[in-house]
C-alpha cells in the first residue's frame, strides 16, 4: 500500500509541474522588428568578435550588428543594427 501511495504522490507533482513549466516558456508575442534585408553568414573559427575574423565576424563588426536576438536552435545568435541606410 505504501509503494502504491508513494507512486501516486509522484503522479500528482508530475501533474502539477508540468503544466507550470510549459506556461513557463511560453513568451508573450512582441512587436514585429521590420527586416530590410537579410545576409546569412555562418562560417567562424572563435568568437563572434574580437579574434581572427571569419566570415560571420566581418558582417558583425563592419556592419555593427549589436543587437543580438538568442537563438538556441542556431550556430550563432541572430545580429542587427537599428541603422536605417537611404542608400537602398
Known sequence: MNKLLWRFVQVLIAFGVCPALL???TTPPGKP?????????MFERGE???DTPGEYQLWVER???????PLPAGYHHV???KTESSAF
Request: charged fraction near 20%; glycine fraction near 4%; proline fraction near 4%.
Open 63 to 69: 556592419e555593427h550588428l549589436d543587437q543580438i536576438i
Open 33 to 41: 522588428i521590420p527586416v530590410k534585408v537579410v545576409v546569412v553568414a
Open 48 to 50: 563572434d568578435t574580437g
Open 23 to 25: 506556461s513557463a516558456q
Open 79 to 81: 545580429r542587427l543594427n
